[in-house]
């Protein structure tokens, strides 16, 4: 089916764990991860590579823009991720809004709310769950920010 054909694809701003810089220090001893994938192909590839790593509470901080399918990446992402966080792209005109993001959320099937920007979204999974896995996802203009941010 779908994932089978999707397993050899390589796709941008794949997974990556970050390891320094000041989202890392706001994460303590949660891990943090970063993918730039934004369409439901990615999303599938997403669900699967996080399913290959050992098993933690996965936390969603996502933030899309208004042009992409948010339901169709975020479904695939839904049976493994506890909740997410939704935020703004910073500097985007074309972002959805935080609000928007977490409505879409929700209709895929995930618990989420919103939160005031990438570092608070970070501080507050990492408070309420210390052993979490957090992936900041959904679009490669949010992860080029982060990786100049926390390179």
Known sequence: GCAAAMTGAVWPARL????HGPL????????LWLDGG?????GIALAEALGRLRPRPLHLVCGMLNTKDVAGFLAPLADCAEDLAGVDIPGEAATLSAGQTVAAAEAAGLRARPAASLAAAVRE????DPGARILI????YL???VLRENG
Request: aromatic share 0%; net charge positive; glycine share 10%.
């Open 16 to 19: 990556q764990r970050l390891r």
């Open 24 to 31: 890392v220090e706001a994460a303590g001893a949660a891990e």
């Open 38 to 42: 934004h369409n439901p192909a990615a």
């Open 125 to 128: 999974i990492a408070a309420a």
């Open 137 to 140: 996802c959904g679009s490669l």
């Open 143 to 145: 992860a080029g920010r």
